[in-house]
């Protein structure tokens, strides 16, 4: 069964990243009050200012599988 993860940071920069597989090579970026972020491909973060429009369609997708799934992931404090 794959598992999503989140990944925290203290409050002063709280991050939340989900990744709908195991293997973590994309992941969406959420700030400490759940906005999208930003994209993660491979080790490479991206903005949501700068995603090009073929990545804000695969965002978007995530973002809604980020949110009907939020109870699945697995919090970590890096």
């Known amino acids: 069964m794959a598992r999503s993860s989140k990944y925290c940071f203290d409050f002063s920069g709280k991050l939340y990243v989900y990744y709908p597989e195991d293997t973590r090579n994309v992941g969406v ?9 930003g994209l993660i491909t491979g080790e490479q973060y991206h903005s949501a200012d ?4 073929s990545q804000k369609l695969h965002v978007d997708m ?17």
Do not use: M, P
């Open 29 to 37: 970026v959420f700030n400490h009050i759940y906005e999208l972020s």
């Open 50 to 53: 700068t995603l090009s429009n």
């Open 62 to 78: 995530l973002v809604k599988k980020a949110y009907e799934n939020w109870d699945l992931h697995i919090g970590i404090r890096l």
